[in-house]
């Protein structure tokens, strides 16, 4: 049991800084960003389940010889409000560190969906008012009257939209702009928000770990990148990335927006197409046009407080893997990722059951 507590505090701690530090920092994430999804997911869960369950299983020690009898046994000393023979105060406190944690990271995660949630409701509401269909166009999206060239998604449980602005239909061509909606679609069929709400729960639990921080970031990035894969199928790559670089680096009060239109400049200031598919955090939906980007939903205000240093993590990345060469990440290195992802999900409960 001992040994047990052990090997899952050091997994924890290899999990919580130098794994995402080292992944955060490697290039080929963008060469396959689904799989660098689904790895960052791995590691947040093996990271929670092996921080918890070290804690349990040594708090349990004095229980019984496994992490399943100890558990009875521990239901049983609870019922009866007594201590088995060699119980420690460290090993009380490591138990109910254990349950306090879990408890803050579940109910932090439910009142970060319950809040997104009435950011979307009252997100779809302020859209009904403010915005109209646009013209010719059956599948829900809703163009804002403002010149700043804006362009998200809005899921919901019944009903999604995509909404753009004038100033991004005036900034960008035909082709553009239908790379800019598959883009915003993919968001919503892909269920990115969903992914994203996660990780913004998990940063706000747990602010001072690495692995909260640095996940919240790239998988913020990566999601991008699927969405823009899927807008690959529709327009040709240097369209979607200039269409990225024109709206990331037009004005956010979107006064050069129609003299920007047909030129492709590098990335600048901000992702005007991307979006991680929730309501915005201003109060209504022009004063959240005022931002120049996509908004997220969760309150997260980053993109309005320093667009430079959002649009340096959101939109140069993308520009570049546009524009690059097509490199894909070989099958070596994929079936490399694949097990690591499936081998990190299983570790801790292998650590688990053979204690």
């Given amino acids: 049991m001992l040994t047990c507590a052990l090997a899952l505090m050091v997994l924890a701690v290899i999990l919580a800084w130098p794994v995402p530090i080292l992944l955060a920092a490697s290039a080929w994430p963008a060469t396959a960003p689904g799989l660098a999804l689904a790895l960052w997911q791995s590691i947040a869960l093996a990271g929670g389940v092996s921080m918890i369950g070290s804690l349990l299983v040594f708090g349990l020690i004095p229980f019984g010889p496994t992490p399943l009898s100890a558990l009875g046994a521990l239901a049983g000393h609870v019922a009866a409000g007594t201590l088995p023979a060699g119980s420690t105060l460290t090993g009380v406190m490591a138990l109910c560190l254990a349950l306090i944690l879990t408890a803050h990271l579940v109910l932090n995660l439910g009142a970060t969906f319950v809040r997104a949630e009435r950011q979307r409701r009252r997100h779809h509401t302020l859209i009904a008012l403010l915005s109209e269909p646009m013209p010719f166009d059956e599948t829900g999206t809703r163009v804002i009257d403002h010149a700043a060239p804006v362009a998200y998604c809005l899921p919901g449980a019944t009903r999604s939209a995509t909404v753009l602005s004038r100033g991004l239909l005036r900034?960008?061509?035909?082709?553009?702009?239908?790379?800019?909606?598959?883009?915003?679609?993919?968001?919503?069929?892909?269920?990115?928000?969903?992914?994203?709400?996660?990780?913004?729960?998990?940063?706000?639990?747990?602010?001072?770990?690495?692995?909260?921080?640095?996940?919240?970031?790239?998988?913020?990035?990566?999601?991008?990148?699927?969405?823009?894969?899927?807008?690959?199928?529709?327009?040709?790559?240097?369209?979607?990335?200039?269409?990225?670089?024109?709206?990331?680096?037009?004005?956010?009060d979107g006064t050069a927006a129609s003299s920007a239109r047909g030129g492709g400049s590098a990335p600048g200031r901000g992702d005007g197409i991307s979006t991680d598919g929730g309501a915005p955090s201003g109060a209504t939906a022009t004063g959240l046009a005022l931002a120049g980007f996509g908004v997220d939903g969760l309150g997260d205000r980053r993109r309005i407080e320093s667009p430079a240093d959002w649009s340096a993590d959101l939109v140069a990345p993308r520009v570049r893997r546009l524009l690059g060469q097509g490199r894909v990440l070989p099958p070596l290195g994929r079936g490399a990722v694949v097990a690591a992802t499936a081998g990190l999900i299983l570790l801790p409960a292998v650590l688990l059951v053979s204690a």
């Fill in 171 to 252: 900034l960008l061509d035909a082709d553009q702009l239908r790379g800019v909606v598959a883009h915003e679609r993919a968001h919503l069929r892909q269920q990115h928000h969903l992914v994203l709400l996660a990780f913004k729960s998990w940063h706000s639990a747990l602010p001072w770990f690495p692995i909260a921080n640095r996940a919240e970031t790239a998988v913020a990035l990566l999601v991008e990148m699927l969405a823009d894969d899927q807008a690959r199928q529709v327009v040709d790559d240097r369209t979607l990335a200039t269409a990225i670089a024109l709206v990331g680096t037009a004005p956010i």
